[in-house]
């Protein structure tokens, strides 16, 4: 099972959705999108020492037993004003811990599998360890059942198309007698 996090630079908000609606705009700014039309771009200072304290803690190297990564190329995954990496998960120790540290840091977290914004008083010390409280998504895809609007908004705010639209173009060059008929 693999958890998905995400960590940004933005301004305190209000809900879930304005939320993943400015997240998904510093993604795509950010170049963390493989077809995305920018490029990737190098992490911000503040990112980069959120991420480098979070690999003092947990190493990227897979046969660290602290490591609690889906993937060997953790610092990679910081572009721009985002961090989103892939843990095996969900593990409420770690992610309580990453929490915590963001926020140390002034940065916002989403839990982009259960949709939802893991704030400060999410956090919570239990027998000496830091967890993080309330439900968590961990099948490492979409959740189901979430009617957010905030990728779409994400693209209109950038100007991008609707992948939809893109997919259908892309099915029309890719049969030109589609378009035939």
Request: contains cysteine.
């Amino acid at each position: 099972m693999i958890y998905r996090i995400a960590f940004w630079i933005g301004p305190e908000l209000a809900g879930t959705d304005s939320a993943c609606a400015d997240l998904h705009t510093a993604l795509h700014v950010a170049g963390q999108f493989i077809d995305g039309v920018h490029e990737p771009q190098p992490a911000v200072p503040r990112i980069a020492r959120f991420v480098e304290g979070v690999l003092e803690e947990f190493p990227e190297d897979g046969l660290d037993p602290r490591s609690p990564w889906k993937y060997g190329d953790v610092s990679e995954s910081a572009l721009g004003t985002t961090f989103v990496p892939v843990l095996y998960g969900p593990l409420r120790p770690v992610i309580g811990w990453l929490a915590r540290r963001a926020h140390e840091h002034g940065l916002r977290v989403f839990d982009l599998a259960a949709h939802r914004l893991l704030l400060p008083q999410d956090i919570i010390e239990e027998n000496g360890s830091v967890l993080i409280g309330g439900p968590l998504g961990g099948n490492g895809g979409s959740p189901e059942g979430v009617a957010c609007q905030g990728p779409e908004i994400a693209r209109e705010r950038l100007g991008l198309p609707d992948p939809a639209v893109l997919d259908d173009e892309l099915a029309d060059l890719a049969d030109p007698d589609a378009r035939a008929s």
